[in-house]
């Protein structure tokens, strides 16, 4: 699919469209619970319905309402030998351990950019855990033979705060006085988002620092009535799009939210944007845009609506954590450069550190989302301001995590031609 994006003033009202990590998070706590989940505002793209795919073929009953999911469950009880993740690293990296709760082998396979990203870090850990696990050179597929045994183990968190979600989230249906000492731990706000969401279903972890997790007595998940929140990382660029072009309101975005990418407002009001937030919406108003600098290490899928931010700011714009860019679903650092440069932006990738000369004007151009839904969306954003069209292919790439979004930007107002 081709859409092109002109340039466009933004004005309007328009809702955030659900977390896709609060989403996964529920629907793999819904699996491990026993009874009925009732899961209101549930996310639709991609990596949700995969998550709900993996959760059903892992034991669950799905009733899929107008408004609402139904997962009927009596925890992991694997109806196949083989699930597939989709394009989700948080899919796999959550769901690997809890499927490893059973005794049946599984063969864990994902497709897409998940094929090409490293899964040895399994080999590493889920053997201490008496889990026999091989993949294939470090890669998909995986093969795993549990059942899990929670056991006081240390594991390196720079690997992966996704792998660590799904330890604990199976630690919270085995695990009895055990303690997981994390070290170099990466997006702790993405933990402390699996710990609020553990909580809502009924399993507590004394977490000490981020470093260690302690689970006490035996617990068990509770089937519960769970809202998924709105998605700030969607949201981030709609937020980014009204402060370059224009003005909008964002609703149902929590401000006290978990989600790392709540950062977005952050780096907003350095840029100098107009910002007012109630408990459960944002206003942003275009203002005298700035170069500013922040750490994106915890956060970064922030990336690609920074840099659209930055490449409209007056200055060069820095942003740490490009380290952590390299196995997303394109080598995000090096795409960004190469997408927003046919944009006439020059960024410069220095070690952990991007640069992005903003203020020299965004040009039209035809640029490829590399088949990643946030360098589409970046670039969408980005052509708002540019001095002509921008013809983005393989645009479909936004179903991962935001099927709405060329939807949502035309309700603000953007000019969106889409071409199948």
Known sequence: MQVTVSPASITGTVTANPSKSAMQRAVAAALLAKGTTIIRNPGLSNDCLAALEVAENL?????????YFEITSNGVAPFYDEINCGESGLGIRMFTPIAALSSLPITIEGHGSLTTRPM????????????????????????????????NITIDGSLSSQFLTGLLMAYGAAAEDVTI???????????????????????????????TFHFGKKQAYKACDYTVEGDWSGAA??????????????????????????????????????????VFTVNIEKGGLNAFEIDATDCPDLFPPL????????????????????????????????????MGIKIDLQGDIMLVHGG??????????????????????????????????NAEAINKSYPEFYDHLALLGGKVAVTV
């Open 120 to 151: 040895d870090f399994f080999e590493q850990v889920l053997p201490q855990l008496d889990v026999k696990c091989t993949t294939q050179g470090g890669k998909l597929p995986l093969h795993i033979e549990g059942p899990l045994q929670p056991k």
């Open 237 to 278: 660029f709609l937020l980014v799009a009204a402060a370059v072009a224009g003005k909008a309101e964002v609703q149902h975005l929590n401000v006290a939210s978990a989600q790392s990418d709540k950062a977005i407002l952050e780096a907003l009001e350095k840029a100098g944007a107009q910002m007012m937030s109630g």
């Open 59 to 67: 034991g669950a009953k799905i009733k899929r309402e107008h408004d």
């Open 307 to 342: 840099v659209a931010l930055a490449a409209n700011c007056n200055g060069t714009t820095k942003i740490k954590g490009v380290s952590r860019l390299a196995h997303k679903e394109s080598d995000r650092g090096l795409t960004l450069q190469a997408e927003f440069g046919k």
């Open 360 to 393: 020299t004007g965004i040009k039209g151009a035809s640029v490829h989302s590399h088949n990643d839904h946030r360098i589409a969306m970046a670039c969408a954003v980005a052509a708002l301001t540019a001095d002509g069209p921008v013809v983005i292919d």
């Open 181 to 211: 000492t994390v070290t170099d731990l990466k997006s702790k706000p993405y933990i402390a988002l699996t710990l609020q969401l553990m909580a809502h279903f009924g399993v507590q972890v004394e977490e000490k620092n981020f470093e």
